[in-house]
């Protein structure tokens, strides 16, 4: 019995777009950490909106520059049943383009409500996607991205588990509806899905400052030392809404790997930037009413769970990553460290910075003349 290929490793430093500033130079001599995510990947903590859009444009890119090896089909180049082609090395005259091979690959990302999520992208505002996205291979690869967008928790969960691969023998309608792709992915993204049951509680000035880490019931976003809105789950949410989400995408990878059982097994990353070490939920929502009977003892409903103690009994404790904020608030320039499970007991720690960009230099001309930093930009810090 032959053993699955195993999939192409994702490098730690395309969670960042400074990685691709030089179209021309690989990923892996830009600065940043060389080693690779964990499949599956869990990380918490901050990060900028165009990450899973980095992920999915580096690994499609380093997909298209993976050498050919004739007599091998590349992942996916199968026939809608699962079997594989007839003939699968090609001739002399009939080899195609290095890129007409790959273009098959796709990566799938999964995000929050749609216009959220473009508001989050224009306030970011950052100068290296500008880049990325005007270019032209930027664009063609942009074309093998599928993104899914759920208002809600609930559209998430009916999402995860219709998700499947669309066959030649439905029509037209049904390919167009959401659960179905045009093929497997080889990466899917999650971004932000704990964001979805939260909301944002503004601030008051005479409110004192945020506690430091490692106190509070931690269901708040990332503590830092600037005082813009907070984001809190919602007073109904409670641990079972969000694990149920979990295991879903678990469930939902584990059918799409059974599609293609010679192709490498689909990567997943799920990226949660407005959690935290302490984020944590209540077994059971509160009473609705002081009359309501509990079904048990108070103390016990009202336990929390660190949700990434779910995510480890879920994916495994060497999945998990976290962003911890070392400095800086929301105007200024910030900086990061991000660590996972794998690595405890050393010391190794890869060091991030966010800081202001100016505007792009094909804007309107009112702006070009000015040195008012407009977006923000995320990069690595070392080699």
């Known amino acids: 019995m032959s053993t699955r290929p195993l999939p192409k490793p994702i490098p730690i430093p395309s969670l960042l777009p400074s990685s691709f500033s030089s179209s021309s130079t690989s990923l892996q001599n830009k600065a940043g950490p060389s080693q690779s995510l964990p499949s599956p990947s869990y990380i918490l903590g901050p990060l900028p909106p ?22 091998i089909p ?34 799938l990302i999964v995000t929050g409500s749609k216009w959220n999520y473009v508001d989050a992208l224009q306030e970011e505002d950052e100068d290296v996607f500008r880049n990325v996205s005007g270019s032209w291979e930027g664009l063609k690869r942009l074309r093998r991205v599928d993104i899914r967008s759920c208002p809600t928790p609930s559209h998430l969960l009916l999402l995860l588990t219709l998700l499947t691969e669309s066959d030649s023998r439905l029509s037209s309608s049904k390919t167009a509806q959401p659960q179905y792709l045009e ?15 939260m909301y944002e509680q503004s601030l ?63 990567q997943l990353l799920i990226l949660e930037p407005s959690l935290n070490p302490l984020s944590s939920l209540p077994i059971l ?60 007991g050393t010391d ?4 991030m910075r966010k800081k202001r960009c100016p ?13 008012k930093p407009m977006g923000w930009r995320w990069e690595w810090m070392g080699s």
């Open 50 to 71: 165009t990450s899973p859009l980095h992920i999915a444009l580096n690994y499609l890119k380093e997909a298209d520059e993976r050498p050919y090896t004739p007599g």
């Open 74 to 107: 590349p992942p996916n180049e199968q026939d809608r049943k699962g079997k594989g082609k007839a003939n699968t090395t090609p001739s002399i005259d009939e080899k195609p383009a290095l890129r007409d091979l790959r273009s098959r690959e796709r990566v």
């Open 183 to 197: 093929s497997a992915p080889s990466v899917i993204i999650l971004w932000d899905i704990a964001g979805m049951s």
């Open 204 to 266: 008051d000035e005479n409110e004192p400052p945020d506690m430091p880490e490692g106190e509070g019931e931690g269901d708040s976003e990332q503590p830092s030392a600037g005082r813009g809105p907070k984001r809190k789950f919602k007073p109904d949410v409670c641990l079972s809404d969000y694990m149920n989400i979990l295991s879903a995408v678990r469930a939902a990878v584990d059918h799409l790997n059974t599609l293609h059982p010679s192709d490498p097994p689909t």
């Open 285 to 344: 929502p509160p009473l609705s009413s002081e009359n309501e009977d509990p079904k048990m003892p108070k103390s016990a409903r009202e336990r929390r769970v660190a949700l990434v103690d779910c995510a480890k009994w879920i994916f495994g404790k060497d999945s998990i990553g976290v962003i911890h904020q070392i400095s800086g608030d929301q105007n200024t320039t910030s900086h990061f460290s991000l660590t996972f499970e794998r690595d405890k």
């Open 348 to 351: 190794m720690s890869y060091q």
């Open 359 to 371: 505007k792009a230099r094909w804007s309107v001309p009112e702006w070009q003349g000015e040195e």
